[in-house]
């Protein structure tokens, strides 16, 4: 595994929150990164589908780690999310990229994707502005 990589998956780690949903790093590159889910009961709302603050957690976390992948060390400034339909499935994957970047901030896109035995359908997308921590 990368260098990149194996950092990622740290800062995953350390990160409460996401050690409580249970989220994967998938990929983490230069310019992108996919964070996993596996979908559990815990996770859904009363009809069924994965709760919306699980489908935007996970947009916004992929999207800081794809800015952080060009930046260092970095957190979401901003973001922005629509959701395309309720999330149904096993699994979600939030797919990030870069946009455009300078030396402090970073605009990236995401879309996140609900995984079942009939294939995937993307359930929601997002943008966000990344900033790079100082210090």
Known sequence: ????????????????????????????????????????????????????GVVSYLADNALTYAGGSVLGDSVTSEYKINYLRPAVGERLEARARVVSSGKKQAVCSCEVFAISEEGERMVAVAQGTISKVDG
Do not use: N
Request: charged share 20%; net charge negative.
């Open 1 to 52: 595994m990368s260098e990149l990589f194996e950092l990622g998956r740290g800062i995953l780690e350390a990160q409460p929150f996401s050690v409580l949903l249970g989220t994967e790093l998938a990929s983490f590159e230069p310019g992108s990164a996919v964070l996993a889910l596996a979908v559990r009961d815990e996770l859904r709302q009363q009809h069924g589908f994965v709760h919306g």
